[in-house]
């Protein structure tokens, strides 16, 4: 394991599905960290923690030892994370991108159905 001796308490307000999303997870993965995974799509309550804590709508917002990051990719979080002695790098790669949107999001994508469609 590549953390420091202890690890502070981690809370990250992640929507289910998304790539910003699953590449903060990939990196708490890539250095066995433990963390709260706070859903701010299916819960109304957590979507409102996260927005009085930050005083904003966007996510991934990641709380780390009770210093609030909002807005930020995995790769913004490793950084975070190097710089202020949370974790010691590695050479583990993540298992998705940890600094991109997903698919259907990126430049030039082909627009996707909705997975909701409401019929008449």
Same mark, same amino acid.
């Given at each position: 394991?590549?953390?420091?001796?202890?690890?502070?308490?981690?809370?990250?307000?992640?929507?289910?599905?998304?790539?910003?999303?699953? &590449?903060? /997870?990939?990196?708490?993965?890539?250095? =066995?960290?433990?963390? *709260? #995974?706070?859903?701010?799509? %299916?819960?109304?309550?957590?979507?409102?923690?996260?927005?009085?804590?930050?005083?904003?709508?966007?996510?991934?917002?990641?709380?780390? &030892?009770? /210093?609030?990051?909002?807005?930020?990719? =995995?790769?913004?979080? *490793? #950084?975070?994370?190097?710089? %202020?002695?949370?974790?010691?790098?590695?050479?583990?790669?993540?298992?998705?991108?940890?600094?991109?949107?997903?698919?259907?999001?990126?430049?030039?994508?082909?627009?996707?159905?909705?997975?909701?469609?409401?019929?008449?």
């Amino acid at each position: 394991m590549s953390t420091t001796a202890t690890q502070p308490k981690i809370i990250a307000y992640l929507k289910p599905s998304c790539g910003w999303s699953g &590449g903060v /997870r990939a990196v708490f993965k890539k250095y =066995g960290l433990a963390f *709260e #995974d706070r859903d701010v799509i %299916n819960s109304a309550d957590n979507f409102q923690e996260m927005v009085e804590k930050t005083g904003q709508t966007k996510q991934p917002c990641v709380e780390i &030892g009770g /210093r609030m990051l909002a807005d930020v990719s =995995g790769e913004e979080i *490793e #950084d975070w994370m190097l710089q %202020n002695g949370v974790v010691t790098a590695n050479s583990i790669v993540p298992e998705v991108p940890i600094n991109q949107p997903c698919a259907h999001e990126m430049p030039g994508a082909q627009a996707e159905p909705s997975p909701m469609s409401f019929r008449r």
